[in-house]
Protein backbone atom coordinates (compact mmCIF):
# COMPACT_ATOMS: atom_id res chain seq x y z
CA UNK A 1 0.00 0.00 0.00
CA UNK A 2 0.90 3.78 -0.10
CA UNK A 3 2.04 3.84 3.53
CA UNK A 4 4.66 0.89 3.14
CA UNK A 5 6.22 2.73 0.14
CA UNK A 6 5.43 6.16 1.44
CA UNK A 7 7.81 5.18 4.20
CA UNK A 8 10.29 3.20 2.21
CA UNK A 9 11.39 5.88 0.42
CA UNK A 10 11.10 8.21 3.38
CA UNK A 11 8.26 10.52 1.81
CA UNK A 12 6.82 11.42 5.52
CA UNK A 13 9.92 13.99 6.07
CA UNK A 14 8.52 16.89 6.12
CA UNK A 15 11.20 17.67 4.00
CA UNK A 16 9.78 16.00 0.80
CA UNK A 17 7.23 17.98 -0.99
CA UNK A 18 6.69 15.61 -4.04
CA UNK A 19 3.39 13.79 -4.51
CA UNK A 20 3.42 9.94 -2.69
CA UNK A 21 2.76 6.62 -3.32
CA UNK A 22 1.15 6.00 -6.51
CA UNK A 23 2.68 9.14 -8.30
CA UNK A 24 6.23 10.62 -8.49
CA UNK A 25 7.65 8.49 -5.34
CA UNK A 26 11.10 8.65 -7.48
CA UNK A 27 10.58 12.77 -7.40
CA UNK A 28 10.93 12.67 -3.55
CA UNK A 29 14.83 13.71 -3.62
CA UNK A 30 16.71 14.67 -0.73
CA UNK A 31 15.28 13.72 3.11
CA UNK A 32 15.76 13.92 6.58
CA UNK A 33 16.75 10.63 8.22
CA UNK A 34 15.12 11.90 11.46
CA UNK A 35 11.60 12.63 10.67
CA UNK A 36 11.73 9.95 7.38
CA UNK A 37 8.51 7.46 9.50
CA UNK A 38 5.31 8.67 9.22
CA UNK A 39 5.02 9.59 12.74
CA UNK A 40 8.05 11.58 12.66
CA UNK A 41 10.29 9.68 14.42
CA UNK A 42 13.67 8.75 12.66
CA UNK A 43 13.90 5.23 10.81
CA UNK A 44 15.79 2.76 12.38
CA UNK A 45 16.71 -0.58 10.57
CA UNK A 46 16.78 -3.40 9.80
CA UNK A 47 12.97 -2.95 9.47
CA UNK A 48 10.16 -5.44 7.48
CA UNK A 49 7.48 -3.80 6.11
CA UNK A 50 4.03 -4.59 5.74
CA UNK A 51 1.23 -2.86 7.43
CA UNK A 52 -1.72 -5.64 6.45
CA UNK A 53 -1.59 -8.82 8.32
CA UNK A 54 -4.16 -12.10 8.87
CA UNK A 55 -3.59 -15.37 9.59
CA UNK A 56 -3.58 -17.67 12.10
CA UNK A 57 -1.71 -17.41 16.03
CA UNK A 58 0.71 -19.78 16.01
CA UNK A 59 2.50 -19.72 19.55
CA UNK A 60 1.50 -17.05 22.01
CA UNK A 61 3.75 -15.02 25.31
CA UNK A 62 3.53 -14.73 28.31
CA UNK A 63 0.39 -13.28 29.79
CA UNK A 64 -1.85 -14.70 26.87
CA UNK A 65 -4.43 -17.95 27.08
CA UNK A 66 -2.65 -20.58 24.95
CA UNK A 67 -5.84 -21.50 24.23
CA UNK A 68 -5.22 -18.19 21.39
CA UNK A 69 -3.69 -20.91 19.70
CA UNK A 70 -4.58 -21.83 16.00
CA UNK A 71 -7.63 -18.60 15.99
CA UNK A 72 -8.00 -16.46 12.75
CA UNK A 73 -7.17 -13.01 13.72
CA UNK A 74 -6.34 -10.02 11.68
CA UNK A 75 -4.17 -7.42 13.49
CA UNK A 76 -4.95 -3.49 13.37
CA UNK A 77 -2.00 -1.69 11.92
CA UNK A 78 -2.09 1.15 14.22
CA UNK A 79 -1.02 -0.25 17.10
CA UNK A 80 -1.57 1.67 20.46
CA UNK A 81 -0.38 -1.08 22.78
CA UNK A 82 3.46 0.17 22.29
CA UNK A 83 2.71 3.73 23.32
CA UNK A 84 0.60 2.82 26.24
CA UNK A 85 -2.53 3.47 24.75
CA UNK A 86 -2.57 7.43 24.89
CA UNK A 87 -4.72 9.51 22.97
CA UNK A 88 -3.41 10.16 19.39
CA UNK A 89 -0.39 8.41 19.64
CA UNK A 90 0.25 4.72 17.60
CA UNK A 91 3.06 2.70 15.79
CA UNK A 92 2.20 1.47 12.49
CA UNK A 93 2.83 -1.97 11.86
CA UNK A 94 5.99 -2.33 9.32
CA UNK A 95 7.13 1.31 10.59
CA UNK A 96 7.71 1.52 14.25
CA UNK A 97 7.93 -2.19 14.93
CA UNK A 98 7.90 -5.07 12.12
CA UNK A 99 5.54 -6.16 10.05
CA UNK A 100 3.64 -8.52 7.80
CA UNK A 101 6.14 -9.24 4.56
CA UNK A 102 6.80 -11.98 6.96
CA UNK A 103 5.86 -15.68 7.12
CA UNK A 104 5.87 -14.98 11.09
CA UNK A 105 4.99 -11.53 12.19
CA UNK A 106 4.70 -10.79 16.24
CA UNK A 107 2.14 -8.32 17.33
CA UNK A 108 0.71 -7.58 20.57
CA UNK A 109 -2.51 -10.10 21.71
CA UNK A 110 -4.68 -7.15 22.55
CA UNK A 111 -4.78 -5.76 19.06
CA UNK A 112 -4.56 -8.85 16.90
CA UNK A 113 -8.49 -9.86 16.74
CA UNK A 114 -9.96 -12.90 16.06
CA UNK A 115 -12.06 -12.61 13.21
CA UNK A 116 -15.47 -15.37 11.98
CA UNK A 117 -16.17 -15.11 8.27
CA UNK A 118 -15.50 -17.41 5.11
CA UNK A 119 -13.28 -14.73 3.19
CA UNK A 120 -9.72 -16.07 2.24
CA UNK A 121 -6.87 -15.31 3.72
CA UNK A 122 -6.02 -12.95 0.41
CA UNK A 123 -9.66 -11.03 1.11
CA UNK A 124 -8.84 -10.51 4.83
CA UNK A 125 -5.41 -9.28 4.29
CA UNK A 126 -6.98 -6.32 2.24
CA UNK A 127 -9.01 -5.13 5.22
CA UNK A 128 -6.46 -3.85 8.07
CA UNK A 129 -4.84 -0.55 6.51
CA UNK A 130 -7.65 0.29 3.69
CA UNK A 131 -10.56 -0.18 5.36
CA UNK A 132 -9.75 0.95 8.74
CA UNK A 133 -8.20 4.25 7.13
CA UNK A 134 -11.45 4.99 5.47
CA UNK A 135 -13.85 4.05 8.27
CA UNK A 136 -11.77 6.08 10.54
CA UNK A 137 -12.36 9.49 8.30
CA UNK A 138 -16.21 8.73 8.03
CA UNK A 139 -16.36 7.85 11.52
CA UNK A 140 -14.40 11.61 12.51
CA UNK A 141 -16.64 13.18 9.91
CA UNK A 142 -20.17 11.48 11.20
CA UNK A 143 -21.05 10.60 7.30
CA UNK A 144 -24.84 9.48 7.77
CA UNK A 145 -27.44 9.98 4.58
CA UNK A 146 -25.64 12.75 3.27
CA UNK A 147 -23.48 13.72 -0.01
CA UNK A 148 -19.79 12.40 0.61
CA UNK A 149 -17.24 12.95 -2.39
CA UNK A 150 -14.54 10.52 -1.82
CA UNK A 151 -11.46 11.06 -3.91
CA UNK A 152 -8.95 8.13 -5.12
CA UNK A 153 -12.17 5.96 -4.92
CA UNK A 154 -10.73 3.07 -6.78
CA UNK A 155 -7.64 2.64 -4.71
CA UNK A 156 -7.42 0.95 -1.75
CA UNK A 157 -8.86 3.06 1.17
CA UNK A 158 -10.95 4.84 -1.89
CA UNK A 159 -12.99 1.98 -2.72
CA UNK A 160 -12.94 1.38 1.04
CA UNK A 161 -14.48 4.14 1.64
CA UNK A 162 -17.62 4.13 -0.90
CA UNK A 163 -18.64 0.84 0.38
CA UNK A 164 -18.19 2.05 4.34
CA UNK A 165 -20.31 5.56 3.14
CA UNK A 166 -23.13 3.93 1.12
CA UNK A 167 -23.18 1.56 4.54
CA UNK A 168 -24.20 4.37 6.13
CA UNK A 169 -26.64 5.47 3.84
CA UNK A 170 -24.45 8.08 1.88
CA UNK A 171 -25.42 9.60 -1.35
CA UNK A 172 -21.59 8.38 -2.85
CA UNK A 173 -19.84 10.70 -5.72
CA UNK A 174 -16.55 8.48 -6.70
CA UNK A 175 -13.87 10.13 -8.57
CA UNK A 176 -11.82 7.48 -10.42
CA UNK A 177 -10.29 7.23 -13.81
CA UNK A 178 -12.71 6.59 -16.57
CA UNK A 179 -11.46 3.07 -17.13
CA UNK A 180 -12.51 1.90 -13.39
CA UNK A 181 -16.05 3.71 -13.53
CA UNK A 182 -17.86 0.87 -13.56
CA UNK A 183 -15.83 -0.88 -11.02
CA UNK A 184 -16.62 1.85 -8.71
CA UNK A 185 -20.02 1.37 -9.37
CA UNK A 186 -20.49 -2.18 -8.93
CA UNK A 187 -18.83 -1.02 -5.51
CA UNK A 188 -21.89 1.12 -4.66
CA UNK A 189 -20.68 4.65 -6.38
CA UNK A 190 -24.03 6.51 -7.04
CA UNK A 191 -21.98 9.45 -9.55
CA UNK A 192 -18.62 8.92 -10.89
CA UNK A 193 -16.58 11.70 -11.67
CA UNK A 194 -13.54 11.06 -13.99
CA UNK A 195 -10.19 11.91 -12.40
CA UNK A 196 -9.19 13.75 -15.22
CA UNK A 197 -12.10 16.13 -15.80
CA UNK A 198 -12.54 19.09 -14.25
CA UNK A 199 -13.57 19.26 -10.55
CA UNK A 200 -15.14 22.20 -10.07
CA UNK A 201 -17.25 21.91 -13.38
CA UNK A 202 -18.05 18.69 -12.67
CA UNK A 203 -18.85 18.95 -8.75
CA UNK A 204 -19.90 22.63 -8.77
CA UNK A 205 -20.25 24.94 -5.78
CA UNK A 206 -22.03 24.02 -2.40
CA UNK A 207 -23.53 20.16 -3.39
CA UNK A 208 -21.51 18.21 -0.98
CA UNK A 209 -21.93 17.92 2.75
CA UNK A 210 -18.89 15.87 3.21
CA UNK A 211 -15.09 15.44 1.19
CA UNK A 212 -13.16 11.79 2.23
CA UNK A 213 -9.55 12.81 0.73
CA UNK A 214 -6.58 10.86 0.23
CA UNK A 215 -5.32 12.24 -3.39
CA UNK A 216 -5.38 16.52 -2.21
CA UNK A 217 -3.01 17.78 -5.14
CA UNK A 218 -3.54 20.88 -7.70
CA UNK A 219 -7.32 20.49 -7.66
CA UNK A 220 -7.37 20.62 -3.89
CA UNK A 221 -9.21 23.76 -4.29
CA UNK A 222 -12.19 22.50 -5.75
CA UNK A 223 -12.93 20.27 -2.68
CA UNK A 224 -13.43 22.65 -0.78
CA UNK A 225 -15.96 25.27 -3.18
CA UNK A 226 -18.18 22.43 -3.34
CA UNK A 227 -18.43 21.42 0.30
CA UNK A 228 -21.43 23.06 1.44
CA UNK A 229 -21.60 25.90 4.35
CA UNK A 230 -21.03 23.57 7.30
CA UNK A 231 -19.78 21.24 5.47
CA UNK A 232 -16.87 18.40 6.78
CA UNK A 233 -13.68 17.45 5.04
CA UNK A 234 -11.71 14.32 6.22
CA UNK A 235 -8.13 13.55 4.97
CA UNK A 236 -5.90 10.46 5.28
CA UNK A 237 -3.76 10.62 2.22
CA UNK A 238 -1.75 13.60 -0.15
CA UNK A 239 -1.09 10.90 -3.02
CA UNK A 240 -1.33 13.94 -5.89
CA UNK A 241 0.51 16.10 -3.76
CA UNK A 242 0.71 17.47 0.22
CA UNK A 243 1.46 21.30 -0.64
CA UNK A 244 -2.10 22.68 -1.22
CA UNK A 245 -3.53 26.10 -1.35
CA UNK A 246 -5.87 27.25 0.67
CA UNK A 247 -8.62 30.67 0.86
CA UNK A 248 -8.78 30.86 4.49
CA UNK A 249 -12.28 32.43 3.62
CA UNK A 250 -13.19 29.17 1.92
CA UNK A 251 -12.49 27.70 5.22
CA UNK A 252 -14.25 30.78 7.93
CA UNK A 253 -17.05 32.06 5.94
CA UNK A 254 -18.28 28.43 4.97
CA UNK A 255 -17.87 27.36 8.72
CA UNK A 256 -16.12 24.20 7.49
CA UNK A 257 -14.62 21.84 9.75
CA UNK A 258 -11.37 19.64 8.99
CA UNK A 259 -10.50 16.27 10.20
CA UNK A 260 -7.04 15.25 9.91
CA UNK A 261 -7.40 11.46 10.37
CA UNK A 262 -4.54 9.26 11.17
CA UNK A 263 -4.99 8.35 14.75
CA UNK A 264 -8.25 5.58 15.28
CA UNK A 265 -10.25 4.99 18.26
CA UNK A 266 -10.24 1.35 19.17
CA UNK A 267 -14.17 0.85 17.82
CA UNK A 268 -12.78 1.99 14.55
CA UNK A 269 -11.51 -1.73 14.16
CA UNK A 270 -13.76 -3.10 16.49
CA UNK A 271 -16.79 -2.27 14.17
CA UNK A 272 -14.97 -3.15 11.27
CA UNK A 273 -14.73 -6.93 12.53
CA UNK A 274 -18.44 -6.90 12.41
CA UNK A 275 -19.12 -5.00 9.57
CA UNK A 276 -17.01 -8.95 8.13
CA UNK A 277 -18.75 -11.09 10.12
CA UNK A 278 -22.10 -9.97 9.06
CA UNK A 279 -21.66 -9.54 4.96
CA UNK A 280 -22.13 -5.82 5.34
CA UNK A 281 -18.74 -5.49 3.28
CA UNK A 282 -16.86 -7.11 0.43
CA UNK A 283 -12.74 -7.59 -0.03
CA UNK A 284 -11.83 -5.80 -3.12
CA UNK A 285 -8.67 -7.65 -3.83
CA UNK A 286 -7.19 -7.32 -7.31
CA UNK A 287 -4.65 -10.07 -7.52
CA UNK A 288 -2.09 -11.73 -5.20
CA UNK A 289 1.43 -12.37 -5.32
CA UNK A 290 3.44 -14.82 -3.34
CA UNK A 291 5.80 -13.05 -1.23
CA UNK A 292 8.92 -13.45 -2.97
CA UNK A 293 7.70 -11.41 -5.72
CA UNK A 294 7.28 -8.65 -3.71
CA UNK A 295 9.51 -6.24 -6.59
CA UNK A 296 7.16 -7.22 -8.83
CA UNK A 297 3.55 -6.11 -7.11
CA UNK A 298 4.99 -3.43 -6.01
CA UNK A 299 5.91 -2.56 -9.32
CA UNK A 300 2.49 -3.28 -10.50
CA UNK A 301 0.98 -1.34 -7.26
CA UNK A 302 2.78 1.92 -8.87
CA UNK A 303 1.39 1.41 -12.56
CA UNK A 304 -2.06 1.15 -10.96
CA UNK A 305 -4.32 -0.15 -13.44
CA UNK A 306 -6.15 -2.09 -10.93
CA UNK A 307 -9.34 -1.62 -8.25
CA UNK A 308 -8.91 -1.96 -4.55
CA UNK A 309 -5.79 -3.95 -3.72
CA UNK A 310 -2.91 -6.25 -4.49
CA UNK A 311 -1.98 -8.74 -1.90
CA UNK A 312 0.94 -10.51 -0.95
CA UNK A 313 0.75 -14.09 0.50
CA UNK A 314 3.71 -15.50 2.32
CA UNK A 315 4.74 -18.88 2.44
CA UNK A 316 3.10 -21.56 4.50
Not at 152 to 162: E, H, M, Q
Not at 300 to 310: H, Q
Amino acid sequence: NNTDINTRVGWYSMNAAAAGGTRGVTEVGEVRAEDASWSGAPMTFPRIQGADCCGRIVAVGSGVARSRIGERVIVRPLLRSYVGYRPFECWTLGSECDGAFAQFVKAPARESYAVDCDWSDAELASVPCAFSTAENMLHRASVGAERVLVTGASGGVGSAAVQLAKRRGAFVVAVAGRSKADAVRALGADEVVPADADLADAVGEKTLDVVVDVVAGPSWPALLEGLKVGGRYAVAGAIGGPSVQLDLRSLYLKDLTFFGCTFQEDAVFENLISYVERGEIRAVAARTFPLREIARAQAEFLAKDFVGKLVLVPPT
